[in-house]
């Protein structure tokens, strides 16, 4: 079984399909693209019927998106598990996953925007292992054109990551009190874990967005699902925008 997954460098999608595979102990090749042009080479280029990633190949078949992943990844190795066995749980997780295809939003389009106003070398630490036959430095330094086709492709403008950063204290509760039911960071981890876990982890290797959360439950979700930071970005957002944040943290 031949498996090739293609993704962009600090994508924290793309992440949770690594994550996955590494969890169930599956082979796999990794092929990076540069991101943005991703909505080109995916669909045109590899010839997938979206132009999202992760983008998977088993022997030739094609499977986009970390739910489609996440199913023929238990169909072809049903141990561990990436679901529960009891139908009402798994409802449970599978609500969750829904909701975290959403949630995956907010570290998106408020990264896109830092990297606008970050020093390069911040850029470069989420592309330190980036594949793409150019050093993490180069590409940081010659990234303007991709930061902007980000910040489009995700509205990552002034008023959208102000309102995602008022969002993100009930989106963390409602990480909590799922934490808190059972749904995740339970005995096993499930789709829902690697999701949300991995999106939690990208915000969290922001300075500004860390200490909000890493005393929570959900930032030990975050850390259990992938110890390792993507990258680290200092403080770029403004005091007021992140007043909704400390508040919460008071």
């Known amino acids: 079984m031949a498996i090739t997954l293609y993704g962009i ?23 990076d693209i540069f991101p943005v042009v991703t909505r080109f080479v995916v669909p045109h280029v590899l010839r997938f019927p979206h132009n999202r990633v992760p983008a998977m190949k088993i022997d030739g078949r094609k499977i986009q998106g970390t739910q489609a ?40 389009t408020i990264i896109w925007w830092a990297f606008k106003h970050a020093p390069t070398s911040d850029m470069a630490s989420f592309l330190a292992e980036a594949k793409l036959g150019l050093p993490a430095g180069v590409l940081a330094r010659t990234g303007a054109p991709v930061i902007y086709g980000g910040r489009k492709l995700n509205n990552s403008y002034d008023p959208e990551v102000e309102r995602q950063l008022a969002e993100l204290p009930s989106a963390l509760d409602k990480i909590d009190a799922l934490i808190g039911e059972g749904v995740l960071d339970g005995e096993r981890l499930y789709v829902a874990d690697f999701d949300i876990g991995t999106s939690l982890r990208l915000l969290m290797a922001m300075e500004d967005l860390r200490p909000a959360i890493e005393s929570r439950p959900c930032g030990a979700l975050a850390m259990r699902v992938q110890p390792k930071p993507p990258g680290n970005l200092g403080p770029v957002y403004p005091n007021l925008w992140l007043e909704p944040l400390h508040a919460q943290e008071g």
């Open 9 to 31: 460098p600090g994508s924290h999608p793309v992440r949770a399909a690594r994550l996955m595979l590494e969890y169930k102990g599956i082979p796999y090749k990794n092929i």
């Open 69 to 108: 992943i996440a199913r023929e990844l238990d169909r072809l190795q049903p141990e561990p598990p990436l679901f529960p066995s009891d139908p009402a749980e798994q409802s449970k997780v599978e609500d969750a996953e829904q909701w975290a295809d959403g949630f995956q939003q907010i570290p998106r």
